[in-house]
């Protein structure tokens, strides 16, 4: 057994993430409806989404379902009446009776380890408030295995390094892999001191210019710059208008680089990028199926097996 | 014995009970707090806050008469205090000695300063924090949100 849940990107080795990354190729077929396969039929998938996010629970579903599992669905509205009674803990313990594998969202960090404390089934995070949200990250690295190369990568981070949870689990994973990471944002949005010193100790890391690393980075993973984190809307403006990409800046880019992003997006990646070979975001949507497929699999089916 | 010496001027010896040495200067009171003497209490208790120390500088001393040290708050105190010494006293000899070891991990006795952390929350949840330390310095790391506090004194419960 790898893992019984899968709460953190942080538990998980190079070597785990490489497994999953493997399996995951053997499922993008299915994922595509291409193939039919079910593996995971008469398995029960309960989605208990505490936070609304319609595109991770879907994302679930689709995995669950095309590997011939079921799904029920709690969602954040149901979630918050049940939350007036109950505490998270009694919902585990009455859900996990139910259903084979427990998928969570919940806006209190740390919810998802508590959570599989008391489940009898295993439990894997889809994002818990400000914390963990693995399955993104891995989807991120598929991406990055399948649309460019994990072994030698130069990658630039851009935009929000101070509060994204999906750069900070990214950046962890990418200490992994050895990679080369720039990161790009404006000062106020910079990655925590602390953190940086953290990463430095594990990998290669500077702080650049977009127009400085262009001509050279493999991958380009764009974030949203939240307006909310801005005291005045002048300044938000001010910034998010120069931590754009559009079409332009991309002709100084090599021909193989690709451009990501966690979605939704707001105006960080004009839609001029769209329409470019460069542009791999919404790909790295869709293999969220294949990931969340493996992730299924392993926690369901191979969890007897050494 | 320097701590004897360091101290004779501040403090006399105590018949039975216990000598904590070597707290760090200035968190006598707190490791008062710990081992629940609380103002109105009947214990005999002498505390010497700020003397010099060879090893430390500045130190604190407290000695509590009839009062031996339990292993939960030897390991309050560890947090606090690393470099702490506990002596038993008997007959006003030593009749143990003992360091202080800090837990590599310690349940209900930090609480966690993320707001937003599940301990934190109305759910049947102890606090349960993992500790580092490197050098000197001591810092632990939330098992549940990963939040590192480097200041422990103040989330001793």
Known sequence: ?306 | MDSAKEGSLAVSKIKCGTVIDHINAGKALLVLRILGIKPGCSERVLIAMNVPSKKMGKKDIVKVEGKYIGEKELDRIALISPNATINLIDEYEVSEKRRVELPSTVEGILTCPNKNCITNSKEPIKSKFHIRRSGESVRAVCHYCGRKIYELDKYVV
Do not use: C, W
Request: aromatic residues 8%; negative net charge.
């Open chain 1, 1 to 306: 057994m790898r893992f019984k849940h899968l709460i953190s990107i942080d538990d998980l080795s190079r070597d785990d993430v490489e497994y999953i990354l493997n399996l995951a190729e053997k499922f993008l077929r299915i994922a595509k409806g291409e193939e039919r396969a079910t593996p995971l039929e008469g398995k029960l998938l309960a989605n208990l989404f505490f936070e609304p996010s319609t595109r991770t629970r879907m994302s679930f579903e689709v995995a669950m379902k095309r590997l011939g599992g079921e799904v029920i669905n709690m969602t954040a509205q149901e979630a918050s009446s049940v939350a007036k009674g109950e505490t998270l803990a009694d919902t585990i313990k009455v859900v996990s009776k139910y259903a084979d594998v427990i998928v969570l969202r919940h806006p209190l960090e740390g919810a998802a380890r508590f959570a599989a404390e008391h489940s009898d089934v295993p439990v894997i995070n889809a994002g818990d408030g400000a914390g963990q949200h693995p399955t993104q990250t891995l989807l991120d690295l598929y991406t990055i295995k399948k649309e460019s190369n994990l072994k030698g990568l130069k990658i630039a981070l851009m935009g929000d390094l101070k509060y994204s949870r999906t750069v900070h689990s990214l950046i962890k994973a990418l200490t992994l892999f050895n990679a080369k990471i720039y990161l790009i944002s404006p000062p106020s949005l910079a990655l925590p001191e602390e953190f940086l010193e953290e990463v430095r100790s594990m990998t290669d890391v500077e702080e650049v210019n977009l127009e400085d690393v262009i001509r050279d980075i493999d991958v380009l993973y764009v974030t949203r710059i939240q307006k909310e984190r801005f005291p005045d809307e002048e300044e938000y403006f001010k910034v998010a208008g120069s931590y754009k990409v559009d079409a332009e800046i991309l002709k100084k880019a090599k021909k193989n680089m690709i451009v990501m992003h966690p979605l939704p997006r707001v105006d960080e990646i004009d839609v001029s990028v769209d329409e470019t070979h460069y542009a791999k975001y919404f790909q790295q949507t869709f293999y969220g199926v294949p990931v969340r497929m493996a992730i299924l699999y392993e926690l369901l089916l191979e969890k007897f097996e050494i």
